[in-house]
């Protein structure tokens, strides 16, 4: 079945460092490829979405880009803030199936 | 209201209890979907409804667990003789479009369940 693997957290850095939190996928077919944030004391948001192979989503100066050769759909953002501090779930969406599914998330804590 | 709304914010219950999980979903918003979050884990799919019916429940764990939306609009996650295993922040999440949209899901803050 469809399945999602990002890498363990948490992770530590300064601000203003460069950021890559690393996905990749499992899944027949096409699937769409996510990532959602979820913020100190917030609910689930979406950050950016991908639809099709080679597509680059982007939001907030995070970007990620949808490499159907590797399976991957890896976060980055050139500068992290305090700010973006918080838990970053990849998930996927099958293409016969409408739900999504959710990686185990990675914490990530920005010092200033 | 504007976002998705889900009572109780917290359940405390003794185990063998039944407990009922209500979600108001964005108005308009005809997909709904059902998780589960474990400490420290991702949302874990449990079901979700486009309109009245559920269109994939392959998520429940058992037939402990059971979900209803019977007008399309707000649903209700149903377990019946809870176990500590329950223990859990249950996810209701909304999204508009047909077979869910495009896949952007509005959540709620979620119920956190604790089963003693």
């Known amino acids: 079945g469809n399945s999602v693997t990002q890498m363990e957290g948490p992770v530590t850095l300064s601000e203003e460092a460069f950021l890559t939190i690393n996905c990749t996928y499992t899944?027949?077919?096409?699937?769409?490829l996510f990532w959602y944030v979820q913020y100190p004391g917030e609910g689930l948001q979406l950050l950016l979405k991908a639809t099709k192979a080679d597509d680059k989503g982007s939001n907030k100066g995070f970007e990620a880009t949808y490499r159907k050769e590797t399976t991957s759909f890896h976060l980055e953002k050139g500068s992290v803030q305090v700010s973006d501090s918080a838990v970053y779930f990849c998930a996927l969406r099958g293409s016969s199936a409408s739900k999504i599914i959710f990686g185990s998330g990675t914490r990530l804590s920005i010092r200033p | 209201g504007a976002g998705v709304s889900q009572t109780p914010s917290n359940k405390v219950t003794e185990k063998g209890k039944y407990v009922e999980l209500r979600c108001d979903p964005i108005s308009g918003h005809t997909a709904l979907y059902w998780y589960r979050q474990s400490l420290g884990q991702g949302p874990e799919f449990l079901i979700y409804?486009?309109?009245?019916?559920?269109?994939?429940d392959s998520g429940l764990p058992n037939d402990r667990f059971f979900a209803v939306r019977p007008e399309g609009s707000v649903s209700t996650l149903k377990i019946q003789r809870t176990e500590r295993g329950d223990s859990a922040v249950y996810l209701c999440?909304?999204?508009?479009?047909?077979?869910?949209?495009?896949?952007?899901?509005?959540f709620g803050e979620g119920s956190r369940l604790t089963v003693l």
């Open positions: 899944a027949t077919g096409y699937p769409s």
């Open positions: 999440a909304s999204s508009s479009g047909l077979a869910g949209g495009v896949g952007e899901l509005f």
């Open positions: 409804f486009q309109g009245t019916g559920a269109a994939d």
